[in-house]
Structures are given as structure tokens and as C-alpha cells.
């Protein structure tokens, strides 16, 4: 079967640097996504990540090592709006996700 | 280009009643996928549709079916409800071509169903 491991809550101050963890444990493994919703709106797509490394999109960079079927999400300068649910994808025959890491920022 | 969107925004159903919810895509997206949110669960997910056929199926019970049109559009059927069908549905197209999956979902706003 498929099943992904995230943290269930992280804290983190306005401005500093938070990384979230996925680990992931799957059959026919095509990549990893990451995915923002606040509370009350829609998945939002953040990153992919099909090969070993790091992608970086302004703030936000996502790993991924398959070899250790093990991925993180880094978020930069942390701001109040980042304050939301993030969720790992596994890319297989299927799309699943993670049950989601709530992100709560302090000022 | 228009989002994916979602209808009805809200439902309340009564236990043993039935549902159909819809799913427009993204103008050019062939692959449909729908996912049940509860709180804590994450997204579970429901099925995916791809040229009117039906390519994956999560692990839920028969009560929940889907089906796609010609045009994309999809709807997703709850039949006999129970309570803890309560949940957020959520829709999600993507370029998905044939016999693989896209890394790249866009989600609807989703349908919250009430069941009482």
C-alpha cells in the first residue's frame, strides 16, 4: 500500500526558517508534491519534485532525497499569511496525500 | 482561463438520502479526481477519471461512484448516506495524458455536505 508520515503541528516565529518533513512509503513511485490550503480554501499546488534535490521557488524550496523515500518543504523569511495546512503528495499510480501539517506562525 | 469549480458550495442531506455533486475542470484538463477532506484525515482519496473512464479508485465502499462526460465535467454520487459521509468533497483536474498520473492538481472549493 501507500501511506506518507508528516508532522501533525509545527510553531514557528514571523521571519525565521521552518521545515516540514514527509516521509513516504509507496509502490510505483513517480515524485512528491506539495500543497498549501488555509482554512476554509482549496489546495493550492507548491512544488514537485521529481528527481533528487532541492527545487526552490522564491521562499519556499522543496527536497527530495527517493533513495530514503524522505521529503521536506523549507518556507523562508516567515510571513503571517504562510499560516495554513501543508500536505505531501506521492505521485504513483494514483495521487496521495499526507494528513497534512498545520502551520502556525507567531509574531 | 476559469478555475475548477464546484457545485453546490454547501449540501444538507439527511442519513439514507443520496447525492450528486459536480465538477467542472479546467478548460483542456482531461483528468478529474475527486478527495473527501475531514478534519484531521487529510485527503482521502475518492477516484480519478480520465476520457470518461474511470483509471483509480481509493478504498471506499460501492456507496460511492463518479462518472465522466464527454466534456470533462464530472459528478460523484453518494448513495444510502450515512453521518460520516459529513466531509468536505473536493474536486482536482490536471493535464494528465493517458496511463500516467500529473504531478500538478488545481482543486475546486469543494462541496461541504451536512449529513443529519
Known amino acids: 500500500g501507500q501511506s506518507l508520515e508528516q508532522p501533525s503541528e509545527v510553531t514557528a516565529v514571523e521571519g525565521a526558517i521552518v521545515q516540514i518533513n514527509c516521509t513516504y512509503q509507496?509502490?510505483?513511485?513517480?515524485?512528491l508534491s506539495w500543497y498549501q490550503q488555509h482554512d476554509g480554501g482549496a489546495p493550492t499546488f507548491l512544488s514537485y519534485?521529481?528527481?533528487?534535490g532541492l527545487e526552490e521557488t522564491g521562499r519556499f524550496s522543496s527536497f527530495l532525497s527517493r533513495s530514503d523515500s524522505y521529503g521536506y518543504l523549507l518556507l523562508q523569511e516567515l510571513q503571517m499569511k504562510d499560516s495554513a495546512s501543508y500536505f505531501c503528495?506521492?505521485?504513483?499510480?494514483?495521487?496521495?496525500f499526507g494528513s497534512g501539517t498545520r502551520l502556525s506562525i507567531r509574531p | 482561463k476559469a478555475g475548477v469549480t464546484q457545485t453546490p458550495r454547501y449540501l444538507i442531506k439527511t442519513r439514507g438520502q443520496q447525492v450528486t455533486l459536480s465538477c467542472s475542470p479546467i478548460s483542456g484538463h482531461r483528468s478529474v479526481s475527486w478527495y473527501q477532506q475531514t478534519p484531521g484525515q487529510g485527503l482521502q482519496f475518492l477516484f480519478e477519471?480520465?476520457?470518461?473512464?474511470?483509471?483509480n479508485k481509493g478504498n471506499f465502499p460501492g456507496r460511492f461512484s463518479g462518472r465522466q462526460f464527454s466534456n470533462s465535467r464530472s459528478e460523484m454520487n453518494v448513495s444510502t448516506l450515512e453521518l460520516g459521509d459529513s466531509a468536505l468533497y473536493l474536486c482536482?483536474?490536471?493535464?494528465?495524458?493517458?496511463?500516467?498520473?500529473?504531478?500538478?492538481?488545481?482543486f475546486g472549493s469543494g462541496t461541504q455536505l451536512s449529513v443529519l
Open positions: 482536482a483536474s490536471s493535464l494528465a495524458s493517458g496511463g500516467t498520473t500529473n504531478e500538478k492538481l488545481f
Open positions: 519534485n521529481a528527481l533528487d
Open positions: 509507496t509502490s510505483g513511485f513517480y515524485g
Open positions: 477519471y480520465f476520457s470518461e473512464t474511470q483509471r
Open positions: 503528495a506521492v505521485s504513483a499510480s494514483k495521487i496521495i
